[in-house]
């Protein structure tokens, strides 16, 4: 087993037994390295591969920051792994818009009315207007569909959906170049936007989780992409 999954391991024994939580600091590098029976050395690599994967914080120095801090950060890893397949079309795009459609219908189909992200995508929608240049949009667009995928409580749908962030913002902004008439297909995606919030509201789940995948085939079938049925084609 190599180093860092020997950490990784160790970690998960500390928080099965109940004595390591999130915010808590690891042992020194010296410490952990005769608990596990390897070199510093091996520790120090490990951690940097943790911090890559999003599940410690190495901080150097003294004081509050210093030391390697266990964290709960899943989308960065999950999208920087992510976007590396994408750039090596390991995974298709047209995989990643069927994998947006499946899980954001399932969000809007259960998003709570009450919840704090429905606000903000609201406030998000507000920011929206077919004036802005491509770029600043598709920021937003994304922020508003995370929003969304967040109102639904489910943990672990919000981690995928953080994780695509980038990917999705990439791939549909560079998309935007294929369109004819940018301002008009700014429109017509701010005015679904809110009639998705709108049925979400509405206590119609159904209704916007019908919305929502129309509204992402919508625009890929506008770029040129082929999009029939929820496949690419």
Request: aromatic residues 4%.
């Amino acid at each position: 087993m190599r180093t860092h999954q020997l950490v990784l391991q160790w970690i998960e024994n500390q928080f099965s037994s109940g004595q390591l939580a999130l915010g808590a600091r690891l042992p020194a590098e010296r410490t952990l390295a005769e608990q596990l029976g390897v070199s510093r050395t091996s520790v120090r690599e490990a951690i940097r591969i943790l911090e890559a994967m999003g599940v410690v914080r190495a901080g150097v120095g003294s004081g509050p920051e210093a030391g390697t801090v266990v964290i709960a950060e899943p989308a960065a890893a999950l999208g920087s792994a992510l976007r590396l397949h994408i750039a090596t079309s390991h995974l298709p795009v047209a995989d990643i818009v069927q994998t947006r459609v499946l899980l954001e219908s399932w969000a809007a189909a259960r998003a709570r009315t009450g919840s704090p992200a429905l606000t903000e995508a609201a406030r998000i929608l507000d920011r929206m207007d077919a004036g802005l240049d491509p770029e600043a949009f598709m920021e937003l667009d994304v922020s508003f569909h995370l929003a969304l995928a967040e109102a639904a409580g489910n943990a672990v749908v919000t981690a995928m959906m953080g994780s695509l962030r980038e990917s999705i913002r990439n791939y549909a902004g560079g998309l935007t170049a294929n369109l004819s008439d940018w301002p008009a297909t700014a429109a017509r995606l701010h005015v679904e936007h809110g009639e998705i919030l709108a049925a979400i509201n509405g206590h119609d789940g159904g209704k916007a989780a019908e919305l929502v995948a129309a509204h992402i085939e919508g625009y890929y079938n506008e770029a040129g992409l082929g999009l029939s049925g929820g496949a690419l084609i």
